[in-house]
């Protein structure tokens, strides 16, 4: 059975600052989602990995994915309050899509 | 291009009514999914559907029945609502070969 863990759960940084969020997953998989959600709104598609060594960027976030290590990366650079939001990992596998339980980002003036 | 679209929005249900949830897209896609989000759950996989006719069991099934008679809608049945079923449901589709999956905007239910 696919898990998808995600940790931090919940991260609260200072602006300026890098960090890393980390999405494991317990079996091969087709493709690896990153999206961002808002309070009270949908998720918005961040990046979508599909093999070993992918690495994607937009503005201050990069994503990247080790099929090896079963392991994927968002990295944060240079955080503004903006990105303040909940991030989620999702992997792709025999149909289905299933998601980590977020991580909650507050991003501190 | 309206992309997946829910329908309804909000809805408050008394415990053992039924109701059904709509998501439509547009996109031809052959993939659709219900989820459901509780909060510090992230969102969990309800049922699935990779084509017209054909339906999976997801993570949560239990209480949750869904058709897909028609390539571009996937309903979402709850035959006798109860309160652990309290949540927001998201409806995604997507294809095959990917690469994205794109979500509506959500159901709030709420079931006292």
């Known amino acids: 059975e696919l898990k998808v863990e995600q940790n931090p759960l919940f991260l609260s940084m200072q602006e300026g600052k890098n960090y890393t969020i980390y999405c494991n997953y317990s079996?091969?998989?087709?493709?690896l989602y990153w999206y961002r959600q808002d309070p009270g709104k949908s998720l918005e598609s961040l990046f979508v990995?599909?093999?070993?060594?992918a690495v994607k960027q937009e503005g201050r976030l990069m994503a990247s994915l080790d099929t090896k290590a079963r392991l994927s990366t968002l990295h944060i650079t240079a955080a503004v309050h903006d990105l303040s939001a909940t991030y989620f990992c999702a992997v792709d596998r025999d149909d289905k899509i299933i998601f980590g339980k977020g991580t909650r980002l507050h991003i501190l003036p | 291009n309206a992309g997946v679209t829910q329908t309804p929005k909000f809805r408050v249900l008394k415990t053992g009514q039924s109701m059904t949830l709509l998501c439509a897209q547009d996109?031809?896609?052959?993939?659709m999914y219900w989820y459901r989000q509780d909060p510090g759950m992230g969102l969990r996989l309800i049922h699935y559907?990779?084509?017209?006719?054909?339906?999976a069991k997801g993570e949560v099934p239990d209480g949750y029945n869904v058709s897909r008679l028609k390539k571009q809608n996937f309903l979402l049945g709850l035959e006798s609502a109860a309160p652990s079923q309290t949540s927001v449901y998201f409806c995604a589709s997507t294809t095959q070969a990917g690469p994205e999956a794109f979500f509506g905007q959500g159901t709030r239910l709420t079931v006292v």
């Open positions: 996109m031809n896609h052959e993939y």
């Open positions: 079996t091969t998989s087709d493709r």
């Open positions: 990995l599909l093999s070993n060594g």
């Open positions: 559907s990779v084509g017209e006719g054909t339906t």
